[in-house]
């Protein structure tokens, strides 16, 4: 039941984000044409992430002492609370277990589940290297993660549920992940925390058009960009932009 529900609802929004079937989505563009604002920053706390929700305002936090595969799954989990978990207000969560006491926390997952890794791209994917009779490998299963940007054990834990691989290849294949990467020639950032601190919005482009309107001074539009942490980003890309020909 919270399968087919989580399906539903990721139709929907790959609909409303124009992405076909076969997409890869970057969830943190998702978030921002959604309106939603994310905010990255490293946590001591075992936290994977955070939604508070308001009629006014939807927010994301994402722990980027989490490895990078990690946070887009963080990303897209929370955006179900954010878009569809109509009754919530704020919550923090522990993402990419897999198993939920609370109902609303198993639909996030696989919420998440077919928006980051929907059926049709990874069956396109395979499609695409190799004949559908072959067997997968572990150069399969990394490519697939790298496409998609999660962890291997979001992929496997994926691959398992569509019987393309077996509990043995899952257990398997969930060591020495950052070795078997590099083994192939891989990028090994997926595979590791960012420790950034960014955020994610239309919070800068909204402060430019209060300023332009006159809504605000020069002086209350630099309070609201250092506020959030925009300040040195926005006005040293100004100058840099001064200086080109």
Excluded at 131 to 150: K, N, P, Y
Excluded at 192 to 214: F, I, N, R
């Amino acid at each position: 039941m919270h399968e087919a529900k989580a399906r539903q609802l990721v139709i929907d929004t790959r609909l409303k984000l124009g992405l076909q079937s076969t997409e890869h989505c970057d969830v943190d563009r998702a978030a921002g044409s959604l309106g939603i604002t994310c905010i990255k920053r490293p946590l001591q706390s075992s936290m994977s992430g955070a939604t508070l929700k308001t009629n006014r305002v939807k927010v994301i936090l994402v722990n980027t002492a989490k490895t990078l595969g990690h946070q887009h799954f963080t990303v897209a989990h929370e955006l179900f609370h954010c878009l569809h978990d109509e009754h919530l207000a704020s919550r923090a969560c522990m993402v990419e277990s897999f198993e939920r006491a609370s109902d609303s926390e198993q639909v996030a997952d696989m919420f998440a589940v077919h928006l980051l890794m929907p059926e049709d791209a990874i069956f396109n994917q395979l499609r695409l290297r190799k004949s559908a009779e072959v067997e997968l490998t572990l150069a399969d299963i990394v490519h697939l993660e790298q496409f998609f940007g999660v962890s291997r054990r979001a992929i496997c834990w994926r691959l398992k549920g569509l019987r393309l691989i077996t509990r043995e290849q899952n257990e398997r294949w969930c060591v020495d992940v950052i070795r078997s990467a590099r083994s192939l020639g891989k990028s090994t950032a997926l595979y590791l925390p960012t420790h950034e601190s960014t955020l994610v919005s239309d919070y800068a482009e909204k402060a430019v058009e209060a300023l332009e309107k006159g809504l605000i001074t020069e002086s209350r539009y630099e309070e609201l960009l250092a506020d959030a942490g925009l300040l040195e980003e926005v006005l040293g890309g100004a100058e840099e932009a001064d200086i080109v020909d």
